[in-house]
């Protein structure tokens, strides 16, 4: 189980990753440096020396936060997830320089959501599953293209809010499955009607049926992180009163 705790007066964060070593430490519900207590690892003796005599808070992770832009195999990379105190929610920034560096943890004030920046029809894999599915009696190129306009056309209008989200694995966090909703399934089997005719339309009927569900018929919305940043207010950031020694280690410290 991480831990992440927040130096209230200088906002820098550490998250301790080292289930067994918190194990012995307690942590008191209004930590200060001194009751966290059994911790060999360096890094967090030197994170306690550099916020000595500082306010110290635990903060919770929130579950299903995260996101990245990037694979969630992939090693160096940029993710967010939230944190709160309780009272105050905040923006963790995570990232790595390159492999061999860290984690590096960052507390941001604002908060993020994602922005859907389009909606895409898998045209390569219906044209390859229309090929293979009608080799017996195939599809003329041109009726293949003009299902293929006459469902990206559906994919422009459609209102992503309205789609059913298909649990695929993707392995890419920010583009994610929709099965297309009745009414757009409507209207792409009524203007398929122009398109193919008599038995040609009962396949095609067929085939909508059989992939709208998963496969190559479910429409692609890509996403995109969209972090608002605000500034600490200045009542939060007097609420912890700083000793005058503190303040001047933070003063060198900025230089
Ligand atoms: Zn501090």
Redesign the pocket.
Known sequence: MNQLIR??????IFMKTSFDQWLECKVESSPSPESFTGIERDDFQDFLK??HG???EDLKIMEDSFVSEKPYSEPVKLSYFKATNGKESFVIKKFRDNIYEPLKYQLLFGDYSLKCIGIEIQSKAIKRQMEMEFKGKPLSPKKIAAFLNLYQHIAEIIDIKSLERISEESSCPMEIYYKMDDLSLMYLLRNCRNIFKGQEYLDIEKFIHNHEEDGVLLLKGTYEIQLTEKTKSKTKALAAPVPLE?EQI?EKKKF
Do not use: E, G, M, Y
């Open positions: 130096c209230i007066n200088c906002d820098k550099n916020h500082h306010q110290l503190v933070i």
